[in-house]
């Protein structure tokens, strides 16, 4: 249930930006505030519940609830750099918050709790790797929806099930 509740704030963000005009800059709090506010509940209730976020939804919540804040505070060199980067801007964060849960976290950047803690960090530094690509691929391709935001993010879930799956132990 908990991995389901991390996908509706950029769901959220992504519908509603479906239905504006998204060349008008001012067109974007909505979608910000609305997807914002949700990612940031959602983040609280994870925290609250002490469950291990899927790091690259954390990624995507954190870039939603920072661009609404920046919306509320009008730091408009945040929105300026996220409409810039477009959907690069999400990576950037989950670049972020890999190289923050790789150095500090035990589960690292998959979120897996594994008795080999080497192969947990070397597993976490493949994914970063990976995180790294999907950016510049995307940061490469910004504008075309299936080669910036499809097949970066698809690829990033891939690679994540796959190194998941090799990291978790055996059942």
Do not use: H
Request: proline content about 4%.
């Amino acid at each position: 249930m908990f991995s389901i509740l991390e996908a509706v704030p950029f769901s959220i963000f992504l519908a509603y930006i479906r239905s504006i005009d998204t060349s008008v800059p001012a067109n974007w709090k909505g979608p910000f505030l609305a997807a914002g506010l949700a990612a940031a509940m959602v983040m609280g209730i994870l925290v609250y519940r002490k469950k291990t976020m899927n790091r690259i939804f954390l990624g995507m919540n954190l870039y939603l609830a920072t661009g609404a804040l920046a919306f509320l505070t009008g730091m408009w060199w945040v929105n300026n750099m996220y409409d810039t980067l477009q959907a690069s801007g999400v990576l950037l964060w989950v670049i972020g918050v890999g190289i923050a849960t790789t150095l500090a976290s035990p589960a690292g950047f998959l979120g897996v709790a594994s008795p080999d803690k080497r192969k947990a960090r070397t597993y976490s530094v493949y994914f970063l790797a990976a995180s790294v690509c999907a950016f510049l691929i995307s940061l490469g391709f910004r504008g075309t929806i299936l080669f910036s935001e499809i097949i970066p993010f698809m690829g990033l879930f891939m690679v994540q099930a796959a190194l998941k799956a090799r990291l978790s132990p055996e059942k």
